[in-house]
């Protein structure tokens, strides 16, 4: 099965991100997919840098992350091509954690949840390089506050929206 389909997708996504929060705050588990080698890339974000994201967390996550990007590509390429051939299951690639600490270890212990939604914009943008600046530069502080304000105006928007969305529908 390639990324190209025509039925179920139109194309098959070709990252999956899960962000999620676990004890002391929010991390990223980011899988970049080659449907031709049958594997995948995977990306340990804590906004903490290397060594943060826990081994053992690591470890019980790779293998249920491979099962079900195995499973969901099965079903979607056998809804293509009707097939009931199975495929040898995708292989998980460590690629790398996120180098720098862009949290700020013992300064900052409240904007894991802003930078793993910065993060995921990235992801969707097309660069698995994060944007923001690591917590050491003299400028982050002020682009975290920027980027709180924006999230802020974002939640106001869909908040407004989804109200008057339940208006309209409850009369």
């Known amino acids: 099965c390639s990324r190209e389909l025509g039925r179920s997708w139109s194309t098959m996504p070709n990252t999956v991100l899960v962000p999620f929060y676990s004890p002391e705050r929010w991390r990223l588990v980011a899988a970049q997919i080659d449907y031709d080698s049958r594997s995948a890339t995977i990306f340990w974000i804590d906004p903490r840098g290397r060594g943060a994201f826990p081994r053992r967390l690591m470890?019980?996550?790779?293998?249920?992350?491979?099962?079900?990007?195995?499973?969901?590509?099965?079903?979607?390429?056998?809804?293509?091509?009707?097939?009931?051939?199975?495929?040898?299951?995708?292989?998980?690639?460590n690629a790398r954690e996120l180098e720098e600490d862009i949290q700020g270890y013992g300064v900052n212990e409240i904007d894991s949840g802003p930078i793993i939604v910065q993060?995921?914009?990235?992801?969707?943008?097309?660069?698995?390089?994060?944007?923001?600046?690591?917590?050491?530069?003299?400028?982050?502080e002020d682009q975290l506050g920027k980027i709180?304000?924006?999230?802020?105006?974002?939640?106001?928007?869909?908040?407004?929206?989804?109200?008057?969305?339940?208006?309209?529908?409850?009369?």
Do not use: W
């Not at 995921?120 to 050491?136: E, K, N």
């Not at 974002?154 to 008057?164: F, S, W």
């Open 59 to 93: 470890d019980s996550l790779r293998l249920p992350l491979a099962n079900s990007i195995s499973e969901f590509t099965k079903v979607q390429c056998e809804s293509l091509t009707q097939t009931t051939q199975s495929e040898r299951p995708m292989v998980m690639i």
């Open 119 to 140: 993060i995921v914009r990235d992801f969707i943008l097309g660069t698995s390089v994060p944007s923001i600046l690591p917590a050491c530069d003299t400028q982050h």
């Open 148 to 171: 709180r304000e924006g999230d802020l105006r974002v939640l106001k928007e869909v908040r407004l929206h989804n109200g008057d969305y339940i208006e309209r529908e409850n009369g």
